[in-house]
């Protein structure tokens, strides 16, 4: 490869490379301002030249957050859950006590979280229901439509409606299930396993989906923008499965995104066009296009893994952060 | 250029101990010592713990099954959870002591450090340490399968109570622990109040630390200076303990002089492991390869096999082979003999 044509293939220059201080647990745009969640229990908001600083957890590890674009909700490791504004405000939702917050969920006003076995769910109006899983609860998510909750747990994940009386759904695969995700049209439910593989489930009759086949476990999973295809970690690339046709991935090969000599960490689609962003094990950040397999280098290796990665709604900006605490803002050029 | 250098993982000492032997004495003692660590408790009862530590953690024993075609390979899901959290507050802590209930079995915890890639890169199986009550171990050994599991796969057995107990009932605990597990190092103790070096920092899963693998009591027997009845001439045994016999748990050593062949010692090593390993709760052993100047070492729970070639043998040093199993029901006779068929 020559000089010119890595420079073509690399948007390097315009990243805004900076420390944020400690492990980036979550990179979001809250109300459009760059927002990273941290482990030591710190949210800095905004450009990283005058970054807002607030601190959620003076005497806790944040365990997890997630954004939904208006709200950052951030879990510690002293059992409060709590919403944060761009703006800096912060809403206390719940506390549990001491007791680890170990997945979150958020759609608009409602929102959910799990320590232990114990799950919760909070609706528009801040009333609370609970349920307790089997086992531990590892991941939530929230069904785009109607007031539906999906918790993973040993062998399967259970669906809940919080509002309604009467047992929950539990679709069942043996094993531990880790994350969960619900396709953007609502008919697959996909979780990741302890056994370095996917599983799905096609809510209409249950019928199992397997994928396999990853070196390492999946703990970054994201759905392109038209629903069509789920981008995962977990191998020494992006894969990517398709779910354009009504059996899913059923019979079909995944694509492979970014082969590289490192594992994928993280992955996040662009929330306009088939562009992916992937973080790697060693600090690497690149996208890729899914057309053509056009890469664009974001961030050289180095300072450890890719922990977190985050685009604004409309895709100009990309926000990333290491376990290492280092950190960027790309700024596509227009 | 960045160097890369392996970062120190976070030593990990489990905790075991039936029902009333003083696991939590031995745990506030490690706390409460002026070490200068900092320790991350996992515990399964809050409130136990007398002392205030900054990291306690309530853990509900979460055992898994993997799906990986091995019947016996179950991990601690819980742990594989608290150790990824954990590594959320790298650096303000320096080892975690995980705490089982009395009736738990070791296995679970120590197979999550040879399954779970996240919990390896992050952390290491320092010791399995058992505290075990001098006074009541001879018959939970006879009631309780648990309590005998535990004894089994210690690396370090805390023999506590010991003030009791007469001279002559402590060693015929001792003898019943023998008659299990040879191998652990095994230390006296009235509530709890043993060196905590003995019990920390052990290193006992680390393939480069492997050096021999006699039975504790022939390597201590010099610096220990326990009042062991050298009139006993019960079985003629080394060092006149009283020799007794576990009806189904069982330590098998096996030795042969000279090197194996690699090509009938990888596989039958497998095999035997594959085959056997719902029994074979530990193994270990120290192998001459044929044509290898170094020695290879290995190491198990239950089907997990681990091995690596370490330092070169001296050449003052006899090329030989060994290694002991400590299982249930071990098929002794071709245990030994499917070794010896390995001979180079």
């Known amino acids: 490869m020559t000089e010119a044509d890595n420079a073509a293939s690399s948007l390097a220059q315009h990243a805004q490379l900076f420390d944020a201080g400690a492990h980036v647990v979550a990179a979001a745009f809250v109300d459009g301002a760059p927002t990273l969640a941290l482990a030591d229990g710190v949210v800095l908001i905004g450009d990283p030249r005058e970054q807002k600083r607030v601190v959620i957890y003076p005497d806790a590890a944040m365990l997890t957050a997630i954004s939904d674009g208006k709200t950052l909700l951030t879990g510690g490791d002293d059992g409060r859950v709590v919403a944060v504004l761009a703006d800096g405000s912060v809403e206390d939702i719940a506390d549990e006590k001491g007791r680890w917050i170990d997945a979150l969920a958020l759609r608009g006003k409602a929102c959910a979280w799990s320590a232990g076995k ?108 038209d629903g069509q295809w789920l981008a995962t970690s977990g191998a020494d690339a992006a894969v990517v499965w398709p779910f354009k046709e009504k059996d899913g991935p059923m019979g079909k090969a995944p694509r492979e995104c970014g082969v590289r000599q490192a594992r994928v960490t993280q992955v996040a689609f662009h929330p306009k066009a088939l562009v992916l962003a992937i973080g790697y094990a060693d600090g690497l950040v690149l996208l890729v296009r899914l057309g053509d397999a056009a890469e664009i280098l974001v961030r050289h290796p180095g300072d450890g893994a890719v922990s977190a990665l985050g685009w604004n709604a409309t895709g100009s900006q990309l926000l990333f952060g290491l376990d290492s605490g280092a950190a960027g803002l790309l700024s596509l050029p227009a | 250029m960045s160097t890369s250098h392996e970062p120190e993982k976070i030593p990990v000492t489990v905790l075991t101990g039936y029902l009333g032997a003083g696991k939590t004495t031995l745990l506030n003692r490690i706390l409460s010592e002026p070490h200068g660590k900092r320790y991350a408790v996992v515990v399964n009862e809050f409130g136990e713990i007398g002392i205030d530590n900054e990291l306690v953690i309530g853990a509900d024993e979460e055992v ?84 005998k599991n535990q004894i089994a796969f210690a690396d370090v057995i805390i023999l506590n109570k010991t003030d009791l107990v007469s001279p002559a009932e402590l060693r015929e605990v001792e003898a019943r622990i023998r008659a299990i597990n040879p191998y652990a190092a095994l230390h006296r103790a009235k509530k709890c109040d043993v060196p ?95 044509g290898d100047p170094k020695r290879f070492v290995f190491q198990g729970v239950h089907m997990m096999l681990d091995g690596d070639s370490q330092r070169d043998w001296r050449p003052d040093e006899k090329r030989e082979s060994k290694a002991v199993f400590i299982g249930r029901d071990l098929m002794e006779e071709e245990i030994r003999n499917g070794f010896l068929a390995c001979a180079a």
């Open chain 2, 196 to 290: 905590l070096a003995d019990v920390l920092e052990r290193r006992a899963f680390d393939l480069d630390r492997i050096l021999d693998i006699e039975p504790d009591f022939l390597v201590r027997e010099d610096d220990h200076g326990h009042d062991h009845d050298h009139h006993d001439h019960d079985g003629g045994h080394h060092h006149g303990l009283k020799h007794y016999h576990d009806e189904d748990m069982q330590s098998v050593a096996v030795r042969l002089d000279g090197d194996v062949d690699p090509a009938k010692f990888m596989p039958w090593i497998n095999r035997l492991t594959q085959e056997q390993g719902p029994n074979i709760l530990r193994c270990k052993g120290i192998v001459a390869m044929k």
């Open chain 2, 64 to 147: 898994f099954e993997m799906n990986n075609g091995c019947i016996c390979c179950t991990v601690r899901g819980d742990l594989i959870r608290i150790i990824e959290g954990l590594m959320k507050r790298k650096g303000r802590f320096d080892a975690i002591i995980v705490e089982t209930t009395g009736l738990a079995d070791p296995a679970p915890v120590a197979q999550t450090f040879f399954v779970d890639e996240d919990v390896k890169q992050a952390a290491r199986l320092d010791a399995v340490v058992t505290v075990a009550d001098a006074k009541w171990l001879a018959q939970r050994l006879r009631d309780a399968p648990e309590a």
């Open chain 1, 118 to 225: 114990q799950v919760r769910a909070r609706d528009e109006s801040g009333a609370i229901k609970s349920w307790a899983a089997p086992t531990t609860a590892r991941g939530l998510a929230f069904q785009r439509k109607g007031f539906r909750l999906a918790a993973t747990h040993y062998n399967g994940a259970t669906l809940w409606f919080p509002k309604v009386e009467g047992a929950p759904q539990t679709v069942e695969w043996k094993g531990a299930h880790l994350d969960v995700t619900f396709s953007p049209d609502g008919r697959f439910l996909v979780t990741s396993m302890q056994e370095n593989a996917l599983h799905g489930w096609r809510l209409q009759d249950s019928r199992n989906m397997r994928m396999t086949g990853y070196p390492g476990k999946t703990r970054s999973i994201s759905w392109s923008h």
